[in-house]
Antibody, heavy 127, light 107 residues
Framework: EVQLVESGGGLVQPGRSLRLSCTAS????????MSWVRQAPGKGLEWVGF??????????EYAASVKGRFTISRDDSKSIAYLQMNSLKTEDTAVYYC??????????????????WGQGTMVTVSS | EIVLTQSPATLSLSPGERATLSCRAS??????LAWYQQKPGQAPRLLIY???NRATGIPARFSGSGPGTDFTLTISSLEPEDFAVYYC?????????FGQGTRLEIK
């Protein structure tokens, strides 16, 4: 069964850091780019960023709202993607979903649609 | 940044009826548009990619149209499990945005 499982969420004070993990199973993790998408309580979806597969250089792109504060990385040997979140703000409070970028631009590796989602992990930034 | 505007915000229909959901982009996005369904307490599920292609396992009653700036998700005959929130999503130059969602509720 193709599956993504997020972990690492919790309550954190503003200005502190937190690292989320996304463990994949049921598919060849290294063949796919991976994204993070978040959803604030009662709100819509917001793309956070993604990391390309090694075939596309393993590079990353981020939404403007998190650029310079969040970092996405991957360990293909363990089938895990990470989201390192620094300098957290109260507006970062959200459920964070890990996604598989099943449909993507063949030339650039940029995601077009997310075909597999994890169950999400809640991050609450509050003093 | 390309803004996606979904309408209506809420759609009230009965099982068996036809649902038409709209997503308008502030600029042309070619056919790079996807639709997702989200039920309470669950992660979103991909329904449609590239404007009109059904994702794996999605029933034929779901269909999408485009491309350009005006996109439509149609559910031909609503089943009880279709009542949920629907989001459209586009990708452009190094950015991805979602619409604000349409809530499909039972009338």
């Amino acid at each position: 069964e193709v599956q993504l499982v997020e972990s690492g969420g919790g309550l954190v004070q503003p200005g502190r850091s937190l690292r989320l993990s996304c463990t994949a199973s049921g598919f060849t993790f290294g063949d796919y780019a991976m994204s993070w998408v978040r959803q604030a309580p009662g709100k819509g979806l917001e793309w956070v960023g993604f990391i390309r597969s090694k075939a596309y250089g393993g590079t990353t792109e981020y939404a403007a709202s998190v650029k310079g504060r969040f970092t996405i990385s991957r360990d293909d040997s363990k089938s895990i993607a990470y989201l390192q979140m620094n300098s957290l703000k109260t507006e970062d409070t959200a459920v964070y979903y890990c996604t598989r970028d099943g449909y993507y631009d063949i030339l650039t590796g940029f995601p077009e649609a997310f075909d597999i989602w994890g169950q999400g992990t809640m991050v609450t930034v509050s003093s | 940044e390309i803004v996606l505007t979904q309408s209506p915000a809420t759609l009230s229909l009965s099982p068996g009826e036809r649902a038409t959901l709209s997503c308008r982009a502030s600029q042309g996005v070619s056919s790079y548009l996807a639709w997702y369904q989200q039920k309470p307490g669950q992660a979103p599920r991909l329904l449609i990619y590239d404007a009109s292609n059904r994702a794996t396992g999605i029933p034929a009653r779901f269909s999408g149209s485009g491309p350009g700036t005006d996109f439509t998700l149609t559910i031909s005959s609503l089943e009880p499990e279709d009542f949920a929130v629907y989001y459209c999503q586009q990708r452009s130059n190094w950015s991805i945005t979602f619409g604000q969602g349409t809530r499909l509720e039972i009338k």
